[in-house]
C-alpha cells in the first residue's frame, strides 16, 4: 500500500523542516511555494538550542553551526547602563549559545537535506482552490504555465507564512492586533564604541530600542524599534535615515555600508484553530509576534516536528483523534510565546518613566536570582517547552527529575558503546530507554515493538547530571520521534506501557 500524500504550502524554514519530518517518517510529500527561489536575505536569524537539537537527529546540526556564528552572552542596557546580563553558555543543551545564521543560508542547508530524501520543491506553483472530505483533502494548484492540477490528498499543511493562503482557505480567525511602533531592520558594516563581539547586545532609550548581533567579522544584524513613526516614513529607508534611528536611541555606532535594509510591521496574532479537519497550520501561518527572543522560525520548526510522527502513527492505523494533540500541545506553545513577546516588548518601549525607572532598577536584581535565569534561558532556547498536561503522554512515576512530556536531553554515557543517549538518532522512530536491566529479544519489551528502538543502559553509564535527571530505578521512558518523553513508568507497570504502544502506533 503506498503511504498517504501529505500536501505542504511554502518552501520556508518550516515547509522544508515539515518535508524533512514527514519523510523521515515515511510518508509521501509534496512541496509547493509560489515564489521561483529561496530566501535571498537574512529575515529570520536566530537557531536556538532545541532546533540545533532538532537538526542533530537530521544529521546536519554540525554543518550548521560550522556555517554560522556562536553567540554565547546576550545583555540589555538602557541608557548606556547594563540593566541584564545572560550566559547562553550555561544553557543545559549540547549547543550551548544562541547560533547566528543567516536564513537563506539556513534555508540552503534544509533545501539541499530535504532534496537527498527525494523531495523538491515545487516553485512558482499557487493553491488556488481547497476542499475537505471525510479521509481527504482536494487541492487545485496552478503552475507557471497557467494549467491548474487537481490533487488529492491525505492532509495539507500550511507553512504558507502570516498572510497565509491555506489559513484564509479553510476560514479560521487569525486573532491579534499590530504593534504600533516603526521596525527597521537592516545589515550594515559599522563602528564605534558599542559595535558587539559574540553577543547579542539590546539598548533602550526612553522606549526605543536597538537590538544588534555579529554576523560575521564584516556585517552586523541591526534591529530598531522606535516610537512617533509610520510605515509610509520608513519606506524610502537609507543609510542616513536608519542612522538616525540608531542614534535616536543612543547606540555609539557609525554605519558605513549596509547589505540589506528593510522596515517592517510586526503583529501579534494566533490563529484560532490549528487543526481544522484534514488540514493543518505551522509556523508563521499559525502565529506571528515580535521579534523578541529570536522565536519565530524555530517554533514553526518545532510545529512541525510535534506534528509528523502522528501523520504517520495515524497512516499506520492509529486513531485519528492522535492529530488532535497537535493543536493540545503546540497551540499553548503559541500562546505562551506571544504573551512572553507582548509583554517583553512592551516593558523594553515603555515611555512612562516611572516604569522604565522601576524596570532599571528591578531587573539587574531580578535576573541575577537563578531561578529566574534558568527560567528564562530555558524559555529563549526554547529548551524548557513540555507537554506535561497533554492527553497523550503517560507518566507513572519514579526518580529524577524528568517527567513525561518533557524534553529528553542528550544525557552523556560513561563506559559506553555511544558517547551520548540520543547519539545516533537519525531515524524517525521512537525510542524506549530500559534504565537498569538487561533486555534480550525474546523479552515482552522487545516484542512489542516494531516502529521503535531500543537503548539499554545502566545509571552507572549516566553521569551525575544524567543520574540526577533520568533517575537509578529501574524503568521504562519511551521518547517520541520529536525529542519528548511520551512515557514514563516502572517496569512492572507491563499493562500501561502496552496500552501506551498501541495508542502511538508503536507496534
Given at each position: 500500500?503506498?503511504?498517504?500524500?501529505?500536501?505542504?504550502?511554502?518552501?520556508?524554514?518550516?515547509?522544508?523542516?515539515?518535508?524533512?519530518?514527514?519523510?523521515?517518517?515515511?510518508?509521501?510529500?509534496?512541496?509547493?511555494?509560489?515564489?521561483?527561489?529561496?530566501?535571498?536575505?537574512?529575515?529570520?536569524?536566530?537557531?536556538?538550542?532545541?532546533?540545533?537539537?532538532?537538526?542533530?537527529?537530521?544529521?546536519?546540526?554540525?554543518?550548521?553551526?560550522?556555517?554560522?556564528?556562536?553567540?554565547?552572552?546576550?545583555?540589555?542596557?538602557?541608557?548606556?547602563?547594563?540593566?541584564?546580563?545572560?550566559?547562553?553558555?550555561?544553557?543545559?543543551?549540547?549547543?550551548?549559545?544562541?547560533?547566528?545564521?543567516?536564513?537563506?543560508?539556513?534555508?540552503?542547508?534544509?533545501?539541499?537535506?530535504?532534496?537527498?530524501?527525494?523531495?523538491?520543491?515545487?516553485?512558482?506553483?499557487?493553491?488556488?482552490?481547497?476542499?475537505?472530505?471525510?479521509?481527504?483533502?482536494?487541492?487545485?494548484?496552478?503552475?507557471?504555465?497557467?494549467?491548474?492540477?487537481?490533487?488529492?490528498?491525505?492532509w495539507i499543511l500550511g507553512c504558507d507564512g502570516a498572510h497565509s493562503v491555506v489559513r484564509s482557505m479553510i476560514g479560521t480567525p487569525f486573532e491579534g492586533g499590530g504593534i504600533d511602533l516603526s521596525f527597521y531592520l537592516g545589515d550594515c558594516e559599522?563602528?564605534?564604541?558599542?559595535?558587539?563581539?559574540?553577543?547579542?547586545?539590546?539598548?533602550?532609550?526612553?522606549?526605543?530600542?536597538?537590538?544588534?548581533?555579529?554576523?560575521?567579522?564584516?556585517?552586523?544584524?541591526?534591529?530598531?524599534?522606535?516610537?512617533?513613526?509610520?510605515?509610509?516614513?520608513?519606506?524610502?529607508?537609507?543609510?542616513?535615515?536608519?542612522?538616525?534611528?540608531?542614534?535616536?536611541?543612543?547606540?555609539?555606532?557609525?554605519?558605513?555600508?549596509?547589505?540589506?535594509?528593510?522596515?517592517?510591521?510586526?503583529?501579534?496574532?494566533?490563529?484560532?484553530?490549528?487543526?481544522?479537519?484534514?488540514?493543518?497550520?505551522?509556523?508563521?501561518?499559525?502565529?506571528?509576534?515580535?521579534?523578541?527572543?529570536?522565536?519565530?522560525?524555530?517554533?514553526?520548526?518545532?510545529?512541525?516536528?510535534?506534528?509528523?510522527?502522528?501523520?504517520?502513527?495515524?497512516?499506520?492505523?492509529?486513531?485519528?483523534?492522535?492529530?488532535?494533540?497537535?493543536?493540545?500541545?503546540?497551540?499553548?506553545?503559541?500562546?505562551?510565546?506571544?504573551?512572553?513577546?507582548?509583554?517583553?516588548?512592551?516593558?523594553?518601549?515603555?515611555?512612562?518613566?516611572?516604569?522604565?525607572?522601576?524596570?532599571?532598577?528591578?531587573?539587574?536584581?531580578?535576573?541575577?536570582?537563578?531561578?529566574?535565569?534558568?527560567?528564562?534561558?530555558?524559555?529563549?532556547?526554547?529548551?524548557?517547552?513540555?507537554?506535561?498536561?497533554?492527553?497523550?503522554?503517560?507518566?507513572?512515576?519514579?526518580?529524577?527529575?524528568?517527567?513525561?512530556?518533557?524534553?529528553?536531553?542528550?544525557?552523556?554515557?560513561?563506559?559506553?558503546?555511544?558517547?551520548?543517549?540520543?547519539?545516533?538518532?537519525?531515524?524517525?522512530?521512537?525510542?524506549?530507554?530500559?534504565?537498569?536491566?538487561?533486555?534480550?529479544?525474546?523479552?515482552?519489551?522487545?516484542?512489542?515493538?516494531?516502529?521503535?528502538?531500543?537503548?539499554?543502559?545502566?545509571?552507572?553509564?549516566?553521569?551525575?547530571?544524567?543520574?540526577?535527571?533520568?533517575?537509578?530505578?529501574?524503568?521504562?521512558?519511551?521518547?517520541?520521534?520529536?525529542?519528548?518523553?511520551?512515557?514514563?513508568?516502572?517496569?512492572?507497570?507491563?499493562?500501561?506501557?502496552?496500552?501506551?504502544?498501541?495508542?502511538?502506533?508503536?507496534?
Open positions: 500500500m503506498n503511504p498517504p500524500l501529505v500536501l505542504v504550502i511554502g518552501a520556508g524554514p518550516t515547509g522544508m523542516t515539515a518535508a524533512i519530518e514527514l519523510k523521515r517518517a515515511g510518508l509521501d510529500v509534496r512541496v509547493i511555494d509560489k515564489t521561483d527561489h529561496l530566501a535571498l536575505h537574512s529575515q529570520a536569524l536566530v537557531i536556538q538550542a532545541r532546533t540545533l537539537e532538532q537538526l542533530q537527529r537530521y544529521g546536519i546540526a554540525e554543518e550548521t553551526i560550522n556555517r554560522g556564528r556562536k553567540l554565547t552572552d546576550a545583555r540589555m542596557y538602557s541608557d548606556g547602563k547594563q540593566i541584564v546580563h545572560f550566559n547562553l553558555d550555561q544553557l543545559p543543551s549540547r549547543y550551548p549559545f544562541a547560533l547566528f545564521l543567516p536564513q537563506s543560508e539556513t534555508e540552503e542547508i534544509l533545501n539541499r537535506h530535504m532534496q537527498s530524501l527525494g523531495v523538491h520543491a515545487e516553485r512558482k506553483v499557487e493553491l488556488t482552490g481547497l476542499s475537505q472530505s471525510v479521509g481527504s483533502v482536494r487541492a487545485t494548484l496552478r503552475h507557471p504555465d497557467g494549467k491548474d492540477e487537481e490533487v488529492k490528498a491525505r559599522v563602528d564605534g564604541p558599542d559595535v558587539p563581539g559574540d553577543e547579542l547586545a539590546i539598548y533602550l532609550h526612553h522606549g526605543n530600542v536597538v537590538f544588534m548581533g555579529r554576523l560575521s567579522e564584516k556585517w552586523v544584524r541591526l534591529i530598531v524599534a522606535l516610537h512617533g513613526q509610520h510605515e509610509d516614513q520608513a519606506s524610502d529607508l537609507t543609510i542616513e535615515r536608519f542612522q538616525q534611528a540608531v542614534d535616536q536611541v543612543g547606540v555609539r555606532l557609525t554605519i558605513r555600508s549596509s547589505d540589506w535594509m528593510t522596515p517592517f510591521r510586526v503583529s501579534d496574532r494566533q490563529a484560532r484553530d490549528y487543526r481544522i479537519g484534514n488540514v493543518f497550520l505551522a509556523g508563521d501561518a499559525s502565529h506571528i509576534h515580535s521579534p523578541v527572543g529570536g522565536q519565530g522560525m524555530n517554533t514553526g520548526m518545532q510545529d512541525v516536528a510535534n506534528l509528523a510522527w502522528k501523520m504517520a502513527a495515524v497512516a499506520r492505523g492509529v486513531s485519528d483523534k492522535l492529530l488532535d494533540s497537535y493543536g493540545e500541545e503546540r497551540e499553548e506553545v503559541g500562546k505562551a510565546l506571544l504573551k512572553f513577546t507582548e509583554r517583553g516588548l512592551k516593558m523594553a518601549t515603555t515611555t512612562n518613566p516611572v516604569i522604565e525607572s522601576l524596570r532599571d532598577a528591578l531587573a539587574p536584581l531580578l535576573t541575577s536570582l537563578k531561578p529566574i535565569q534558568k527560567a528564562a534561558l530555558g524559555f529563549i532556547s526554547e529548551t524548557a517547552i513540555t507537554y506535561r498536561s497533554s492527553s497523550i503522554v503517560r507518566d507513572l512515576g519514579g526518580d529524577g527529575e524528568l517527567r513525561a512530556g518533557d524534553r529528553m536531553p542528550d544525557l552523556a554515557l560513561l563506559n559506553n558503546s555511544a558517547p551520548t543517549l540520543l547519539s545516533n538518532w537519525t531515524k524517525a522512530k521512537h525510542r524506549v530507554v530500559v534504565l537498569n536491566r538487561d533486555v534480550a529479544k525474546s523479552e515482552p519489551i522487545t516484542a512489542a515493538l516494531s516502529n521503535a528502538e531500543i537503548v539499554a543502559i545502566r545509571s552507572a553509564n549516566l553521569d551525575d547530571v544524567g543520574k540526577s535527571e533520568l533517575g537509578t530505578e529501574p524503568k521504562l521512558v519511551i521518547l517520541r520521534p520529536d525529542g519528548y518523553i511520551g512515557f514514563r513508568g516502572p517496569l512492572n507497570r507491563s499493562q500501561e506501557f502496552s496500552e501506551y504502544v498501541r495508542q502511538d502506533a508503536l507496534a
